[in-house]
Every structure is written in C-alpha cells, then in structure tokens.
C-alpha cells in the first residue's frame, strides 16, 4: 500500500500532540480508520524515536538525571505501589524504559561500589527481579510493560516481527520455485554484509531486474528509505561483482506500507510490496 506525502504528513503532525501510549494509538486508529493498525503503529514508533533523539540530551544533563532521581524517590516515599517512573516520564516526555535506565544507572551509581556496566544494567532492565531494590523493580517493570517504543520488550517484538516476515518471505520465494541464498549462506561464503536474499536466477518485475531482497518489516517513510540507502543498500551496489553487477537493481519489501510524494517514482519506482532502485 502506498501513502501519499500529505496522507503522512497529516498522520505525523496528528502525533505531535498525543503522547506514546496505547490509549493513543487507538485514537489514531479511529482518527485514520482507513489505515492498518500495523502502519499506523510503525509510524507512531518511528516518529516517537525521531522525537527522542532530537531531545535525549536534555534529559542526561546532570543536573536532570539528579532533580528525576529525586522525584522518584520522594514519589515512592510517599506511596511505592503508584506508578512513580511512568509517570514521571510522562510528565516530562521521555520513554518510560529510557527513564527507568537513567534512575536504575543512577541507584546503582549510590549503592554499589563500582559503576554499573552496561551488560548489567541492560540484564536488569530485561528482568527487573535482578534489581536489589524490589519498590525499584516494581517501577522498572511498570515502565518497561508500558512503553510501546522502546526497552527489552518492543525490541523482542521487533526481533521478531523481522524473523517472521522474513520467514514469509522465504516461503513466498519457495512457493514461486525460485532459486536462492539466503544470509546465513551467504555468510558462510565470506560476506560480511548481505541483502536477506540473493536471487541465483533474477526475475523480472514490471519492467525491473531483480537480483535481491530485502525484507523491512515497517514503515517505508522517506526518512528510513535515505537511511537504509546510505547505510546499507549501497554497499551492496558497490561491492559490484561480489553481490551484484553494477547496474543491477533493488527491491526492498514494504510488508506494511511505503510513502512517496510526488515526482519520487523517477527514484522509487513502487510496487505493491517493494521499492526498485
């Protein structure tokens, strides 16, 4: 499925006054009934981390990450059960897991001799019944549950959203009897960075010759599409006869949905599931 530029826009500036939280993502639902909860998630999460990054350092000053520390300790003095963190974090618009890290780095910091390394530190956020402190764990867990985001549990989901989609994907290539090589081959064979699957035998698509693949399971705004180009799809084209012969082109599966304004054909020529270089 294709969205215009201005059907994106629309979504996009709807998510600037709504904050990351399920009840929103059902109001967006109803606002663009049209649309598949699966697009408009992706969306939601893609604009939300776009969010992040553009304010993350305001909250790791040091002076901030002490006055949040603060409040949540005078917040769970007060009543331990309530829902301190997630609520802070909401307050000052930031990730409820990403919140409950900087006060978990910073309680560890107070009671522990050295400072924590980031393995530990990610091992308790994936399961806060390591943490010493269990009012702590609590609220870590509550922050971690409710962020549809970020944390331990949307990048479980994540993880394995791709593997299925890439599962279907290989199951659509062996239904059409076609002849492939997927990464763990291609690996084996030497390559360090691969698409998810070479074609042994390239097929033509609507007028386009297509050597491989690359499944995203997500959103295909503008902003991912230069990402992914700069990243990792060129390095594929320029390593020439390794992978491909230069001039060759590229599909990249949408299985959700892909946005393109205007006079972008000439560039992404668009096909139901994919995009061709």
């Known amino acids: 499925m294709i969205l215009t530029k201005a059907q994106y826009d629309e979504i996009a500036q709807c998510l600037v006054s ?18 598949s909860q699966a697009t408009l998630l992706s969306i939601f999460s893609q604009e939300y981390q776009k969010h992040i990054k553009r304010t993350h ?43 409950a890290r900087i006060i978990l780095e910073r309680f560890l910091q107070k009671h522990e001799e050295a400072p924590p390394s980031k393995s530990v530190i990610n ?9 010493p ?7 870590v867990y ?9 944390g331990p ?14 599962v279907l994907l290989r199951d659509l290539l062996l239904e059409k009897n076609l002849s492939f090589l997927d990464e763990d081959q291609l690996r084996a064979r030497g390559y360090d ?27 295909g705004d503008e902003c991912s599409h230069h990402a992914y180009l700069h990243d990792q799809f060129w390095s594929y084209w320029n390593r020439g006869s390794q992978i491909i ?19 972008q054909e000439k560039q992404f020529n668009v096909e139901h599931r994919g995009i061709y270089l």
């Open 57 to 99: 350092a305001k909250h790791h000053t040091s002076e901030a990450i002490e006055s949040y520390y603060q409040r949540y300790l005078n917040g769970v003095r007060k009543n331990g059960a309530a829902p301190v963190l997630l609520e802070l974090a909401n307050e000052v618009d930031y990730a409820p897991s990403l919140m």
């Open 142 to 150: 509550q922050c971690i549950v409710n962020d549809c985001c970020y």
């Open 245 to 263: 012969q230069e001039g060759n082109a590229l599909h990249r599966s949408h299985w959700f949905t892909t946005c393109l304004q205007r006079g």
């Open 153 to 166: 549990l949307v990048d479980c989901i994540k993880h394995a959203i791709g593997h299925e989609h890439e």
């Open 133 to 139: 402190d269990g009012v702590l764990a609590n609220q």
């Open 123 to 131: 091992s308790m956020l994936r399961d806060p019944s390591q943490i």
């Open 193 to 219: 960075k691969t698409p998810d699957f070479i074609l042994q035998v390239p097929v033509a698509v609507e007028g386009h010759i297509i050597h491989w693949i690359e499944s995203k399971a997500s959103f």
């Open 18 to 35: 709504v904050p990351p939280t399920r009840q929103s993502l059902r109001k967006l639902k109803q606002r663009f009934p049209s649309q």
